[in-house]
Every structure is written in C-alpha cells, then in structure tokens.
C-alpha cells in the first residue's frame, strides 16, 4: 500500500509517495522540528485522484480485442427493444439493428453495446427467451464488424449466449451481483463492466437515496465488487468500472457530484498499477433535461455531447452514447485541445 506524504514548509508544498504497512487508514505525525507548528506530515492512501491527470487506464482485455486508452473510446448504444426510453422500437428488428450499426461504423464508433432490456427507471424485466431472441441474432449479424461487441445484460443465460455467438464484453448494470452471473463470465476473456446501482430499475428512482457521499459510497461499492470478481478468478485486466449515472441517483445532487469527482468514483489502484477504466453513461438522460429544460430525450443531443467532453476531462476511458457522430467530433476537438496545451509546455 502506497500513502501520500505532503510537507509544508512556507509557501512550499512537497508530496512524496511512501509504502505504508497494511491497514494504515491515515493520521498526523509531527515534523522533526517541533518548534514549527505549521511544519507537518499527513500520510494517507492514494486514490485516483492522486495519480496525474493524464495517467493512462489500464488497457481492457474485451474478448477478441485489447481495448487501450491513449485516446477516449465512443461506445455506441444499440437498443434493440420496444421500450428504450430514447429509441425504443426504432431497431427492434433485426435488419433495422444492423443497419444502424452500420450507420455507428461509418461514424466511428469503437464499441458497440446492444441492450435487449430497458433499464429506464420504472421499466418492467423482460422474459429470458424474449430478450434471448432480441439480442442473439444481432450479435451473430454484427460479429465481423471489426469493433468490440458489448452486450448490456444482467441474465448469465444471456452472457453465455451472446459470449458463444461472439460478443467481447459483458456490461452489468447489476455488477455481476446476480446468482450464476460471474460463473458466466469467469473462464472466458470477455471484457465486463461493472456498474453502481442502488435499488433495481423498477424501484430505483422512487426509493430513498440514503448516501453519506455518494461518491465515496459509489467509489466502496466498486471496490467491493473489483475485490469480488478478483477473489472470483477474473483478472484485473478484464474489468471496467461505471459510476452508474441515473441508476438510483437524484438527478442534480447525485448525478452531477458523481461528474464533478468522476476520477473519484474509481477503485484506488494499487501501487504501480493503472487506474481501471472508467465508463460514463449519460447520454440522453434526465439528469440532462433538468438542466437544459429539454423534456424530450431526442432533444438532449448537444447537453449528451457536452456531459461527454466533461466526463473524459475528468478521466472517463469509455463514453457511452447515442449520437456517435457528433461525439467523435467533439471529442476530436477536445484532443486537439489537448495537443496544443502540451506542445506549449
């Protein structure tokens, strides 16, 4: 375990990183020179927050592909149910879904992650051979597409399906918590996501959101959970983490805290490890509409496209939209951005 140790001295500050023993949760210890009372040390674990900026994740072993972060990946949505709350119906057949993923290729889209259940608040579960029949057959259309293909389930009989059709990451709004979901995934390569969620769609945004820090609450959750999944046999490298924005979150207070300390949510890697990746969701959202005043979830483009800038500013890996073109675009000024603030350094 690694802490920080931070000297002050005047108008210095000195940060120095030092191995701690096991369990050491942090305190004070005074400096050599006692005669000094603004002379101090605090030691304390590092989170994410304390590794630079630019700290790249680590890259994501997602099936057939090894998914790195030297830019933010766009993760397109592919909804193919009647009752998304964005799109649904739109692709619910199976030639209008591959169409539409044709349309995100030719966009540049980096994912593809076909949902065959809505999770919109209050949304009912659907039968395993309903969803089963939706998201196969996209799966076995889409296999050669040249992209990793994620499928967001939380069934283990549909990660098994879509995993022996071809699909490259499991995306787990329940964080693999379900009985049989990580003996689903454990002995293969697939990718997964691991995501918050207080409460279950149905109920998620009616129930008391009872957080001392939602952040801090989100970010013991994950840890949990990364811990899970290790204890379980999963490699590190296979897993990705989601804040999960909208799943059991106040729409302002929540939501955006969450954005705002994005980096923060993360499992604290440990010492000379990358931070995990971090997926955002916000695309089309009601945390979104609240904001802008936009009702209307087709409305919401240009706020998705702005929550995603934000949320790779502030460390996001992957950032999972609807509008996959006018997010490539925005994140490619956004890079040049970057470019530019580095080349005048």
Not at 6 to 17: D, E, K
Not at 41 to 46: T, Y
Not at 152 to 162: G, I, L, S
Not at 196 to 224: I, S
Request: charged residues 25%; aromatic residues 6%.
């Amino acid at each position: 375990m690694t802490g920080r140790c931070v000297l002050r001295t005047g108008p210095f500050l000195l940060v120095l990183l030092v191995p701690l023993v096991d369990g050491f949760r942090g305190s004070r210890i005074a400096s050599p020179d006692r005669s000094s009372s603004r002379r101090f040390c605090f030691l304390r674990p590092v989170s994410t927050s304390d590794l630079p900026r630019d700290a790249l994740p680590e890259p994501l072993v997602c099936g057939r592909f090894t998914l790195r972060f030297e830019r933010p990946l766009v993760m397109g949505i592919l909804n193919v149910t009647p009752d998304s709350f964005s799109d649904g119906g739109r692709y619910i057949v199976r030639d209008a879904a591959v169409r539409q993923a044709e349309k995100m290729l030719a966009e540049g889209v980096d994912i593809i992650d076909i949902g065959g259940e809505s999770t919109r608040p209050g949304a009912p579960p659907v039968p395993l051979d309903q969803e089963l029949e939706r998201v196969v057959p996209v799966v076995e259309a889409l296999v050669g597409a040249g992209v990793p293909l994620s499928i967001d389930t939380y069934k283990p009989e549909v990660m098994r399906a879509a995993l022996a059709a071809g699909a490259d990451l499991i995306n787990d709004i329940w964080g693999f918590r379900r009985p049989g979901a990580l003996e689903a995934v454990r002995d293969s390569r697939c990718g997964l996501c691991v995501m918050h969620m207080l409460g279950e769609p149905q109920t998620m945004q009616r129930a008391e959101m009872d957080y001392v820090d939602v952040v801090a609450d989100v970010r013991a959750f994950l840890q949990a959970r990364v811990e899970a999944l290790m204890q379980a046999g999963i490699a590190r490298a296979r897993i990705s983490v989601d804040p999960g924005f909208g799943f059991g979150k106040a729409t302002r207070e929540h939501n955006y805290a969450l954005l705002a300390r994005l980096r923060d949510t993360a499992p604290g890697p440990a010492a000379g490890q990358a931070p995990f990746p971090i997926l955002a969701g916000m695309s089309r959202k009601s945390m979104l509409g609240a904001v802008t005043g936009r009702a209307a979830p087709a409305e919401r483009v240009a706020a998705s496209v702005a929550a995603a800038v934000c949320a790779v500013e502030r460390g996001a890996a992957i950032v999972r939209v609807h509008d996959v073109a006018e997010t490539v675009d925005a994140l490619k000024v956004w890079a040049a951005v970057r470019e530019a603030q580095e080349r005048a350094r």
